[in-house]
Protein backbone atom coordinates (compact mmCIF):
# COMPACT_ATOMS: atom_id res chain seq x y z
CA UNK A 1 0.00 0.00 0.00
CA UNK A 2 0.90 3.90 -0.28
CA UNK A 3 1.42 5.23 3.37
CA UNK A 4 1.39 8.71 3.73
CA UNK A 5 3.49 10.36 6.29
CA UNK A 6 3.61 13.42 8.40
CA UNK A 7 6.80 15.59 8.11
CA UNK A 8 6.96 17.86 10.76
CA UNK A 9 10.25 20.76 11.43
CA UNK A 10 10.67 21.36 15.02
CA UNK A 11 12.79 24.12 15.42
CA UNK A 12 14.86 22.26 18.95
CA UNK A 13 14.66 19.03 17.49
CA UNK A 14 15.38 18.89 14.18
CA UNK A 15 13.29 16.65 11.12
CA UNK A 16 10.55 14.87 12.85
CA UNK A 17 7.97 12.25 11.46
CA UNK A 18 4.95 11.45 12.98
CA UNK A 19 2.87 8.67 11.47
CA UNK A 20 -1.01 8.39 11.67
CA UNK A 21 -3.52 10.77 12.13
CA UNK A 22 -4.80 13.66 14.54
CA UNK A 23 -1.84 14.89 15.27
CA UNK A 24 -0.71 18.90 15.98
CA UNK A 25 1.57 20.15 13.57
CA UNK A 26 4.83 22.55 15.31
CA UNK A 27 5.42 25.75 12.70
CA UNK A 28 7.13 24.64 9.86
CA UNK A 29 9.70 27.05 8.05
CA UNK A 30 10.64 26.40 4.55
CA UNK A 31 14.27 26.18 3.30
CA UNK A 32 16.25 27.81 0.56
CA UNK A 33 16.06 25.41 -2.46
CA UNK A 34 18.90 27.75 -3.62
CA UNK A 35 21.02 26.48 -0.33
CA UNK A 36 20.68 22.88 -1.40
CA UNK A 37 22.30 24.06 -4.94
CA UNK A 38 26.11 22.85 -5.58
CA UNK A 39 27.96 25.59 -7.35
CA UNK A 40 29.18 25.04 -10.81
CA UNK A 41 32.45 25.08 -10.07
CA UNK A 42 31.72 22.12 -7.36
CA UNK A 43 29.66 20.32 -10.16
CA UNK A 44 32.15 20.29 -12.70
CA UNK A 45 35.00 19.43 -10.46
CA UNK A 46 33.18 16.69 -8.67
CA UNK A 47 31.97 15.54 -12.18
CA UNK A 48 35.45 14.73 -12.81
CA UNK A 49 36.50 13.21 -9.84
CA UNK A 50 33.70 10.74 -9.59
CA UNK A 51 34.76 9.36 -13.18
CA UNK A 52 38.70 8.80 -11.67
CA UNK A 53 38.05 8.10 -8.23
CA UNK A 54 36.25 5.43 -6.88
CA UNK A 55 32.62 6.15 -5.64
CA UNK A 56 30.40 4.25 -3.74
CA UNK A 57 26.82 4.85 -3.30
CA UNK A 58 23.52 3.67 -1.55
CA UNK A 59 20.50 3.85 -3.07
CA UNK A 60 17.23 3.20 -1.63
CA UNK A 61 13.87 2.17 -3.66
CA UNK A 62 10.71 0.85 -2.41
CA UNK A 63 7.99 -1.73 -4.35
CA UNK A 64 4.30 -0.91 -3.77
CA UNK A 65 3.24 -3.05 -6.61
CA UNK A 66 3.45 -7.07 -6.81
CA UNK A 67 5.56 -8.06 -9.97
CA UNK A 68 9.45 -8.30 -10.30
CA UNK A 69 10.61 -5.14 -9.15
CA UNK A 70 13.82 -5.99 -7.05
CA UNK A 71 15.20 -8.24 -9.55
CA UNK A 72 14.89 -5.63 -12.33
CA UNK A 73 16.25 -3.00 -10.13
CA UNK A 74 18.99 -5.46 -9.09
CA UNK A 75 19.79 -6.17 -12.70
CA UNK A 76 19.96 -2.41 -14.10
CA UNK A 77 21.92 -1.86 -11.19
CA UNK A 78 24.63 -3.98 -12.38
CA UNK A 79 24.39 -2.94 -15.72
CA UNK A 80 25.25 0.06 -14.57
CA UNK A 81 28.48 -0.75 -12.57
CA UNK A 82 30.01 -3.09 -15.33
CA UNK A 83 30.10 0.30 -17.87
CA UNK A 84 30.60 2.55 -14.49
CA UNK A 85 33.36 0.14 -12.92
CA UNK A 86 34.64 2.97 -10.46
CA UNK A 87 31.23 3.88 -8.80
CA UNK A 88 29.41 0.76 -7.08
CA UNK A 89 26.12 1.20 -6.33
CA UNK A 90 24.67 -1.12 -3.12
CA UNK A 91 20.68 -0.91 -3.79
CA UNK A 92 18.56 -1.23 -0.86
CA UNK A 93 15.00 -2.38 -0.55
CA UNK A 94 13.48 -1.00 1.81
CA UNK A 95 9.63 -1.54 1.66
CA UNK A 96 6.41 0.05 0.75
CA UNK A 97 6.50 4.10 -0.01
CA UNK A 98 5.70 4.67 3.71
CA UNK A 99 8.46 2.13 4.91
CA UNK A 100 11.09 3.74 2.40
CA UNK A 101 10.20 7.48 3.46
CA UNK A 102 10.55 6.27 7.38
CA UNK A 103 14.19 4.99 6.75
CA UNK A 104 15.08 8.36 4.63
CA UNK A 105 13.81 10.61 7.33
CA UNK A 106 15.90 8.96 9.81
CA UNK A 107 18.77 8.77 7.48
CA UNK A 108 18.11 12.68 7.17
CA UNK A 109 18.18 13.28 10.52
CA UNK A 110 21.05 11.89 11.40
CA UNK A 111 22.75 13.51 9.09
CA UNK A 112 23.38 10.37 7.09
CA UNK A 113 20.74 9.72 3.92
CA UNK A 114 21.38 7.32 1.37
CA UNK A 115 22.97 9.36 -1.58
CA UNK A 116 20.67 8.74 -4.28
CA UNK A 117 16.63 7.50 -3.67
CA UNK A 118 13.44 6.82 -5.18
CA UNK A 119 10.50 8.34 -3.59
CA UNK A 120 7.20 9.47 -3.96
CA UNK A 121 6.45 11.96 -6.03
CA UNK A 122 4.30 13.82 -3.68
CA UNK A 123 7.15 14.22 -1.05
CA UNK A 124 8.79 17.14 -3.31
CA UNK A 125 7.79 19.84 -0.84
CA UNK A 126 8.11 17.50 2.41
CA UNK A 127 11.61 17.26 1.13
CA UNK A 128 12.38 21.10 0.15
CA UNK A 129 10.98 21.71 3.93
CA UNK A 130 13.24 19.61 5.42
CA UNK A 131 16.33 21.02 2.59
CA UNK A 132 17.22 17.85 2.10
CA UNK A 133 17.64 17.47 -1.91
CA UNK A 134 20.02 19.47 -4.45
CA UNK A 135 18.79 20.98 -7.64
CA UNK A 136 19.68 19.13 -10.38
CA UNK A 137 19.82 21.90 -12.92
CA UNK A 138 23.67 22.11 -12.73
CA UNK A 139 23.59 18.68 -13.60
CA UNK A 140 20.98 18.96 -16.55
CA UNK A 141 22.63 22.42 -17.67
CA UNK A 142 26.21 20.55 -18.35
CA UNK A 143 25.08 16.98 -19.67
CA UNK A 144 24.08 17.39 -23.72
CA UNK A 145 23.47 13.48 -22.81
CA UNK A 146 20.16 14.44 -21.16
CA UNK A 147 17.21 16.39 -22.32
CA UNK A 148 14.60 16.58 -19.61
CA UNK A 149 11.54 17.59 -22.81
CA UNK A 150 12.30 14.28 -23.43
CA UNK A 151 10.57 12.94 -20.26
CA UNK A 152 7.12 13.46 -20.69
CA UNK A 153 5.42 16.86 -19.24
CA UNK A 154 3.04 14.97 -16.83
CA UNK A 155 5.84 13.37 -14.89
CA UNK A 156 7.71 16.39 -15.17
CA UNK A 157 5.04 18.46 -13.39
CA UNK A 158 5.71 17.22 -10.22
CA UNK A 159 10.26 17.49 -10.68
CA UNK A 160 9.53 21.22 -10.60
CA UNK A 161 9.13 23.97 -8.43
CA UNK A 162 10.31 27.50 -8.26
CA UNK A 163 11.93 27.12 -11.55
CA UNK A 164 14.33 24.44 -10.60
CA UNK A 165 14.06 20.78 -11.12
CA UNK A 166 14.70 18.14 -8.15
CA UNK A 167 14.26 15.17 -9.06
CA UNK A 168 13.94 12.87 -12.62
CA UNK A 169 11.04 10.70 -13.47
CA UNK A 170 11.52 6.87 -12.61
CA UNK A 171 8.96 4.40 -10.94
CA UNK A 172 6.15 6.35 -12.25
CA UNK A 173 2.74 5.25 -13.03
CA UNK A 174 -1.41 6.45 -14.05
CA UNK A 175 -4.59 4.96 -12.88
CA UNK A 176 -6.10 2.72 -15.61
CA UNK A 177 -8.55 0.22 -15.75
CA UNK A 178 -7.81 -3.48 -16.56
CA UNK A 179 -10.95 -5.71 -17.22
CA UNK A 180 -11.48 -9.56 -17.57
CA UNK A 181 -12.38 -10.19 -21.25
CA UNK A 182 -13.91 -13.44 -20.62
CA UNK A 183 -16.17 -12.23 -18.32
CA UNK A 184 -17.26 -9.30 -20.87
CA UNK A 185 -18.06 -12.08 -22.83
CA UNK A 186 -20.06 -13.91 -20.49
CA UNK A 187 -22.23 -11.13 -19.89
CA UNK A 188 -22.58 -10.31 -23.01
CA UNK A 189 -20.63 -7.23 -23.60
CA UNK A 190 -17.92 -6.47 -26.24
CA UNK A 191 -14.48 -7.67 -24.87
CA UNK A 192 -13.22 -4.60 -27.26
CA UNK A 193 -15.47 -2.14 -25.85
CA UNK A 194 -14.52 -1.20 -22.65
CA UNK A 195 -16.94 0.93 -20.35
CA UNK A 196 -16.22 4.93 -21.61
CA UNK A 197 -18.21 7.14 -19.26
CA UNK A 198 -19.86 6.98 -15.82
CA UNK A 199 -22.34 5.79 -17.35
CA UNK A 200 -21.00 3.21 -19.12
CA UNK A 201 -19.34 2.04 -15.98
CA UNK A 202 -22.31 1.73 -13.73
CA UNK A 203 -24.29 0.03 -16.67
CA UNK A 204 -21.14 -2.62 -17.59
CA UNK A 205 -20.89 -3.25 -13.59
CA UNK A 206 -24.15 -4.47 -13.38
CA UNK A 207 -24.05 -6.58 -16.11
CA UNK A 208 -21.04 -8.47 -15.15
CA UNK A 209 -22.00 -8.71 -11.39
CA UNK A 210 -23.01 -12.39 -11.39
CA UNK A 211 -21.62 -15.97 -10.53
CA UNK A 212 -20.46 -15.19 -7.30
CA UNK A 213 -17.79 -11.88 -8.53
CA UNK A 214 -17.94 -8.19 -8.13
CA UNK A 215 -18.72 -6.08 -11.14
CA UNK A 216 -15.99 -3.57 -10.05
CA UNK A 217 -13.08 -3.32 -7.21
CA UNK A 218 -11.29 0.06 -6.24
CA UNK A 219 -9.32 0.77 -3.29
CA UNK A 220 -10.45 3.01 -0.55
CA UNK A 221 -7.25 2.75 1.68
CA UNK A 222 -4.27 4.43 2.19
CA UNK A 223 -4.44 5.28 -1.76
CA UNK A 224 -8.16 6.78 -1.16
CA UNK A 225 -6.83 10.59 -2.06
CA UNK A 226 -5.35 9.42 -5.30
CA UNK A 227 -8.65 7.51 -6.74
CA UNK A 228 -10.97 10.29 -5.99
CA UNK A 229 -8.13 12.69 -7.66
CA UNK A 230 -8.92 10.40 -10.82
CA UNK A 231 -12.66 10.96 -10.96
CA UNK A 232 -12.27 15.15 -9.67
CA UNK A 233 -10.63 15.33 -12.87
CA UNK A 234 -12.93 13.73 -14.85
CA UNK A 235 -15.52 15.54 -13.93
CA UNK A 236 -13.89 19.15 -14.17
CA UNK A 237 -14.60 21.17 -17.54
CA UNK A 238 -10.83 22.62 -17.12
CA UNK A 239 -7.81 20.63 -17.18
CA UNK A 240 -5.95 22.68 -15.18
CA UNK A 241 -7.99 22.61 -12.30
CA UNK A 242 -6.56 20.09 -9.44
CA UNK A 243 -6.86 19.42 -6.14
CA UNK A 244 -3.78 21.39 -5.09
CA UNK A 245 -2.52 24.80 -6.86
CA UNK A 246 1.26 24.89 -8.21
CA UNK A 247 3.20 26.11 -5.18
CA UNK A 248 1.24 23.06 -3.21
CA UNK A 249 -0.37 25.97 -0.75
CA UNK A 250 -3.31 25.60 -1.12
CA UNK A 251 -5.94 22.97 -1.92
CA UNK A 252 -9.52 22.88 -3.32
CA UNK A 253 -10.93 19.79 -1.71
CA UNK A 254 -14.72 21.33 -1.34
CA UNK A 255 -15.46 22.25 -4.81
CA UNK A 256 -18.73 21.24 -6.25
CA UNK A 257 -17.33 18.83 -8.60
CA UNK A 258 -15.63 17.08 -5.98
CA UNK A 259 -18.32 16.29 -4.10
CA UNK A 260 -19.61 15.08 -7.32
CA UNK A 261 -17.18 12.91 -7.62
CA UNK A 262 -16.74 11.49 -4.59
CA UNK A 263 -20.95 10.88 -4.37
CA UNK A 264 -20.21 9.24 -7.67
CA UNK A 265 -18.25 6.78 -5.95
CA UNK A 266 -20.22 6.36 -3.48
CA UNK A 267 -22.79 5.32 -5.50
CA UNK A 268 -21.04 2.63 -7.06
CA UNK A 269 -21.83 0.68 -3.57
CA UNK A 270 -24.19 2.29 -2.03
CA UNK A 271 -27.11 2.68 -4.90
CA UNK A 272 -26.02 0.89 -7.62
CA UNK A 273 -24.36 -2.10 -5.91
CA UNK A 274 -21.86 -3.05 -8.28
CA UNK A 275 -18.87 -3.47 -5.51
CA UNK A 276 -18.54 -4.27 -1.89
CA UNK A 277 -19.53 -1.81 0.65
CA UNK A 278 -17.00 0.18 2.80
CA UNK A 279 -13.00 0.63 2.13
CA UNK A 280 -11.79 -2.32 -0.11
CA UNK A 281 -7.75 -2.43 0.51
CA UNK A 282 -5.51 -1.51 -2.04
CA UNK A 283 -3.31 -5.37 -2.19
CA UNK A 284 -6.95 -7.00 -2.17
CA UNK A 285 -8.31 -5.47 -5.81
CA UNK A 286 -5.46 -7.06 -7.91
CA UNK A 287 -5.50 -10.55 -6.19
CA UNK A 288 -9.22 -10.28 -6.70
CA UNK A 289 -8.79 -9.50 -9.92
CA UNK A 290 -6.29 -12.12 -11.14
CA UNK A 291 -8.33 -14.65 -9.22
CA UNK A 292 -11.61 -14.11 -11.05
CA UNK A 293 -13.39 -12.51 -7.97
CA UNK A 294 -14.09 -8.83 -9.75
CA UNK A 295 -14.91 -7.94 -13.47
CA UNK A 296 -12.95 -5.06 -13.30
CA UNK A 297 -10.85 -2.93 -11.48
CA UNK A 298 -9.66 0.57 -11.71
CA UNK A 299 -5.72 0.53 -10.18
CA UNK A 300 -2.38 1.50 -10.74
CA UNK A 301 -0.41 0.72 -14.52
CA UNK A 302 2.67 -0.32 -12.09
CA UNK A 303 0.23 -3.25 -11.05
CA UNK A 304 0.33 -4.31 -15.20
CA UNK A 305 3.22 -6.83 -15.37
CA UNK A 306 1.54 -8.72 -11.96
CA UNK A 307 -1.50 -9.30 -14.09
CA UNK A 308 0.06 -9.69 -16.94
CA UNK A 309 2.17 -12.67 -15.25
CA UNK A 310 -0.27 -14.19 -13.23
CA UNK A 311 -4.18 -13.92 -14.85
CA UNK A 312 -5.09 -16.62 -16.72
CA UNK A 313 -7.64 -15.28 -18.27
CA UNK A 314 -7.45 -12.52 -21.38
CA UNK A 315 -7.78 -8.64 -20.19
CA UNK A 316 -7.99 -5.57 -21.64
CA UNK A 317 -6.37 -2.44 -20.02
CA UNK A 318 -7.98 1.21 -20.73
CA UNK A 319 -8.76 4.80 -19.79
CA UNK A 320 -10.86 4.99 -16.64
CA UNK A 321 -14.12 6.06 -17.86
CA UNK A 322 -14.93 9.49 -17.54
CA UNK A 323 -17.33 11.85 -16.86
CA UNK A 324 -16.65 15.33 -18.38
CA UNK A 325 -12.99 14.75 -19.91
CA UNK A 326 -10.74 11.88 -19.57
CA UNK A 327 -8.02 12.38 -16.31
CA UNK A 328 -5.67 10.75 -14.26
CA UNK A 329 -3.55 11.55 -11.49
CA UNK A 330 0.02 10.40 -12.13
CA UNK A 331 1.49 8.05 -9.07
CA UNK A 332 5.21 6.90 -8.03
CA UNK A 333 8.26 8.32 -7.20
CA UNK A 334 11.22 9.91 -8.80
CA UNK A 335 14.89 9.80 -8.62
CA UNK A 336 16.37 12.26 -5.65
CA UNK A 337 20.00 13.06 -4.53
CA UNK A 338 20.51 14.32 -1.25
CA UNK A 339 22.23 17.01 0.08
CA UNK A 340 24.25 15.85 3.29
CA UNK A 341 26.74 13.86 1.23
CA UNK A 342 30.18 14.44 -0.50
CA UNK A 343 30.15 16.20 -4.10
CA UNK A 344 31.67 13.65 -5.55
CA UNK A 345 29.18 11.18 -4.65
CA UNK A 346 26.27 13.53 -5.74
CA UNK A 347 27.77 13.70 -8.88
CA UNK A 348 28.34 9.88 -9.13
CA UNK A 349 24.69 9.70 -8.01
CA UNK A 350 23.79 11.69 -11.04
CA UNK A 351 25.40 9.53 -13.21
CA UNK A 352 23.39 6.62 -11.97
CA UNK A 353 20.01 8.37 -11.98
CA UNK A 354 21.09 9.51 -15.72
CA UNK A 355 22.03 5.88 -16.48
CA UNK A 356 18.36 4.38 -15.02
CA UNK A 357 16.26 7.17 -17.08
CA UNK A 358 18.11 6.51 -19.97
CA UNK A 359 15.78 5.47 -23.09
CA UNK A 360 16.79 1.50 -23.24
CA UNK A 361 16.60 1.39 -19.14
CA UNK A 362 13.35 3.43 -18.73
CA UNK A 363 12.15 0.63 -21.75
CA UNK A 364 13.26 -2.08 -20.13
CA UNK A 365 11.96 -1.14 -16.28
CA UNK A 366 8.95 -0.75 -18.41
CA UNK A 367 8.48 -3.80 -19.84
CA UNK A 368 9.92 -5.64 -16.64
CA UNK A 369 7.79 -3.73 -14.18
CA UNK A 370 4.68 -2.71 -15.97
CA UNK A 371 5.44 0.74 -14.84
CA UNK A 372 4.95 3.66 -17.66
CA UNK A 373 8.40 4.49 -19.70
CA UNK A 374 9.49 7.79 -18.58
CA UNK A 375 10.81 8.81 -21.67
CA UNK A 376 9.51 9.62 -25.09
CA UNK A 377 12.18 8.23 -27.03
CA UNK A 378 12.13 5.03 -24.26
CA UNK A 379 9.03 4.11 -27.07
CA UNK A 380 11.40 4.17 -30.18
CA UNK A 381 13.58 1.80 -28.81
CA UNK A 382 13.25 -2.15 -30.27
CA UNK A 383 13.16 -3.64 -26.49
CA UNK A 384 9.33 -1.11 -26.51
CA UNK A 385 8.59 -1.73 -29.98
CA UNK A 386 8.55 -5.49 -29.51
CA UNK A 387 7.06 -5.33 -26.40
CA UNK A 388 4.15 -3.12 -27.35
CA UNK A 389 3.73 -5.32 -30.52
CA UNK A 390 2.74 -8.28 -28.62
CA UNK A 391 1.39 -6.70 -25.56
CA UNK A 392 -0.65 -3.11 -26.90
CA UNK A 393 -2.12 -2.69 -23.16
CA UNK A 394 1.38 -1.81 -22.48
CA UNK A 395 0.78 1.64 -24.46
CA UNK A 396 -2.70 2.71 -22.37
CA UNK A 397 -1.12 4.42 -19.57
CA UNK A 398 1.44 6.13 -21.86
CA UNK A 399 -1.32 7.40 -24.08
CA UNK A 400 -3.22 8.71 -21.05
CA UNK A 401 -0.30 10.76 -20.10
CA UNK A 402 -1.91 13.24 -22.47
CA UNK A 403 -4.81 14.06 -19.91
CA UNK A 404 -3.13 13.01 -16.48
CA UNK A 405 -1.47 15.50 -13.80
CA UNK A 406 0.43 15.74 -11.23
CA UNK A 407 -0.63 13.91 -7.97
CA UNK A 408 -1.89 15.56 -5.23
CA UNK A 409 1.44 17.31 -3.91
CA UNK A 410 1.86 20.29 -0.81
CA UNK A 411 3.70 21.45 1.66
CA UNK A 412 2.99 19.43 4.97
CA UNK A 413 1.68 16.60 2.65
CA UNK A 414 1.06 13.87 4.95
CA UNK A 415 -1.32 16.04 7.57
CA UNK A 416 -3.18 17.52 3.95
CA UNK A 417 -2.98 14.12 2.47
CA UNK A 418 -4.06 12.30 5.61
CA UNK A 419 -7.23 14.92 6.17
CA UNK A 420 -8.36 14.24 3.07
CA UNK A 421 -8.03 9.99 2.80
CA UNK A 422 -9.46 10.15 6.48
CA UNK A 423 -12.93 12.15 5.46
CA UNK A 424 -12.72 9.86 1.98
CA UNK A 425 -13.05 6.63 3.87
CA UNK A 426 -15.88 8.10 6.25
CA UNK A 427 -17.61 8.82 3.61
CA UNK A 428 -17.17 5.03 2.23
CA UNK A 429 -17.98 3.98 5.53
CA UNK A 430 -21.16 5.47 5.77
CA UNK A 431 -20.50 7.57 8.42
CA UNK A 432 -20.65 11.29 6.75
CA UNK A 433 -21.42 12.66 3.63
CA UNK A 434 -19.33 13.87 0.82
CA UNK A 435 -19.96 17.44 1.41
CA UNK A 436 -19.30 17.19 5.07
CA UNK A 437 -16.51 15.13 4.17
CA UNK A 438 -14.88 17.21 2.00
CA UNK A 439 -15.62 20.57 4.06
CA UNK A 440 -13.78 19.07 6.93
CA UNK A 441 -10.82 18.06 4.96
CA UNK A 442 -10.45 21.37 3.45
CA UNK A 443 -10.85 23.02 6.91
CA UNK A 444 -7.97 20.91 8.24
CA UNK A 445 -6.00 21.34 5.70
CA UNK A 446 -5.66 24.67 5.36
CA UNK A 447 -4.53 24.78 9.02
CA UNK A 448 -2.23 22.55 7.95
CA UNK A 449 -1.16 25.23 5.26
CA UNK A 450 -1.47 28.07 7.49
CA UNK A 451 2.49 28.47 8.17
CA UNK A 452 3.69 28.50 4.46
CA UNK A 453 0.93 31.25 3.76
CA UNK A 454 2.01 33.83 5.79
Request: with cysteine.
Given at each position: ?????????????????????????????TASPSSASPSAAATSAASAKAASEPVELTFYYPVNVGGPVMKVI????????????????????????????????????????????????????????????????????????????????????????????????????????????????????????????????????????????????????????????????????????????????????????????LQFWLDLSRKHKVMAEGIIDWATVPTDFIQGKTAMMVHTSGNLT?????????????????????????????????????????????????????????????????????????????????????????????????????????????????????????????????????????????????????
Amino acid sequence: MRKHLKWILLPTAGLTLLAGCGQTAGTSSTASPSSASPSAAATSAASAKAASEPVELTFYYPVNVGGPVMKVIDSMTNKFMESHPNIKVKPVYTGNYGDNTIKIQSGIQAKQPPDIAVMMSTELYSMLDSNAIIPLDDFIAKDPSINVKDFYPAFVEDTQTGGKTYSLPFQRSTIVLYYNKQMFKEAGLDPEKPPKTWDDLIDYAKKLKRDGHAGLEIPGNDDSYWMLQLFALQNHTDPKVNLMSSDGKKVLFDQPENVEALQFWLDLSRKHKVMAEGIIDWATVPTDFIQGKTAMMVHTSGNLTNVKNNAKFDFGVAFPPMKKQFGSPTGGGNLYIFKDTEPKKQAAAWEFAKFMTEPEQAAQFSVGTGYVGVRKSAFDTETMKKYAASFPQALVARDQLEYAHAELSTHNHGKVSTALTNQIQAVLAGTIDPAGALKKAQEEAERALAPFNK
